[in-house]
T-cell receptor, first 116, second 116 residues
Framework: GAGVSQSPRYKVAKRGQDVALRCDPI?????LFWYQQALGQGPEFLTY????????KSGLPSDRFFAERPEGSVSTLKIQRTQQEDSAVYLC??????????????FGPGTRLTVL | AQTVTQSQPEMSVQEAETVTLSCTYD???????LFWYKQPPSRQMILVIR??????QNATENRFSVNFQKAAKSFSLKISDSQLGDTAMYFC?????????????FGKGTKLSVIP
């Protein structure tokens, strides 16, 4: 595909359920980022991968959040025992590299998670 | 930690007129990038313009230009000849080019409405 894709686009979960959100980055992009965007706010950083290595997970709000990118392409963000405060849009972004012209992050459409 | 402040939650402009969106940031770093992203109602974030801090010349992309004042830590976006398609949320974002993680730190956004 030409851009970053995410699935599902919408997810409704009951409090306490586990969810898995998928991100397909642009082919060949080394860097992959997850952001959380609460209603009416700017996106906030969750975690960063360079290929398959998770180099920064400082933004993950709790140990209920887990992300992986085992083969350096597709990434999954997993949230265990969801809480109402987890309701947000989860954005995935990828970039070709890290510096200069390669640092533009291309965003997916996001997954809107609603926890009831 | 870096912070990005957008002091205008909402703005409106008449079609074909010019509008300026404000952004200030706080950092102790000397090398960094600044970005303006556009998020239309469909929610897919799109890069509008990018500025490298070491470049004194203000970036320009067609109808979009920035006024980068490094000493004042100000990075405003000017949209000339506003079009209906410019209606969107606009986010100012900061990236520390010296850090290991190339995450974006976003402001809270400015909702721009272009009025026919």
């Amino acid at each position: 595909g030409a851009g970053v894709s995410q699935s599902p686009r919408y997810k409704v979960a009951k409090r306490g359920q586990d969810v898995a959100l998928r991100c397909d980055p642009i082919s060949g992009h080394v860097s992959l980022f997850w952001y959380q965007q609460a209603l009416g706010q700017g996106p906030e950083f969750l975690t960063y991968f360079q290929n398959e290595a998770q180099l920064d997970k400082s933004g993950l709000p709790s140990d209920r959040f887990f992300a992986e990118r085992p083969e350096g392409s597709v990434s999954t963000l997993k949230i265990q025992r969801t809480q109402q405060e987890d309701s947000a849009v989860y954005l995935c972004a990828s970039s070709l590299g890290r510096t200069g012209d390669n640092n533009e992050q291309f965003f997916g459409p996001g997954t809107r998670l609603t926890v009831l | 930690a870096q912070t990005v402040t957008q002091s205008q939650p909402e703005m409106s402009v008449q079609e074909a007129e010019t509008v300026t969106l404000s952004c200030t940031y706080d950092t102790s770093e000397s090398n960094y990038y600044l970005f303006w992203y556009k998020q239309p109602p469909s929610r897919q974030m799109i890069l509008v313009i990018r500025q490298e801090a070491y470049k004194q010349q203000n970036a320009t992309e067609n109808r979009f230009s920035v006024n980068f004042q490094k000493a004042a830590k100000s990075f405003s976006l000017k949209i000339s000849d506003s079009q209906l398609g410019d209606t969107a949320m606009y986010f100012c974002a900061f990236m520390d080019s010296g850090a290991g993680s190339y995450q974006l730190t976003f402001g809270k956004g400015t909702k721009l409405s272009v009025i026919p």
